[in-house]
């Protein structure tokens, strides 16, 4: 079992982000011709470091949402889902809050 926290966008109380950095996102279906990129739960969300080495997991919720803390720097956010992978690469350069759609397809 995962030991993160329930997935949302709002930040847990208390969390100080003169002091943290926080990557969050939402996870999404590529818009196909009849679609609007629709939220997608259940995802594996995968943080990657600067080198493409594993970091950390945790699962989307059903509102595809998903939250890392981590260290400064860059990193990637990759996404598994039986309907596809996707990845986005993100740099945080100092505490605060980050914010990334990682889509699917």
Do not use: K, Y
């Amino acid at each position: 079992m995962c030991g993160a926290g329930q997935q949302t966008l709002e930040l847990p109380p208390g969390t100080d982000l003169s002091r943290h950095t926080v990557l969050a996102g939402t996870v999404l279906i590529d818009p196909g011709p009849n679609d609007a990129g629709q939220t997608l739960g259940g995802a594996f969300v995968r943080l990657l470091d600067g080198t493409g080495e594993f970091t950390a997991e945790v699962v989307s919720s059903a509102s595809g949402a998903f939250r890392f803390f981590a260290a400064p720097g860059d990193w990637t956010i990759r996404a598994l889902h039986p309907l596809g992978t996707g990845e986005t690469p993100l740099s945080a350069p100092g505490p605060g809050l980050f914010s990334v759609e990682v889509t699917v397809s």
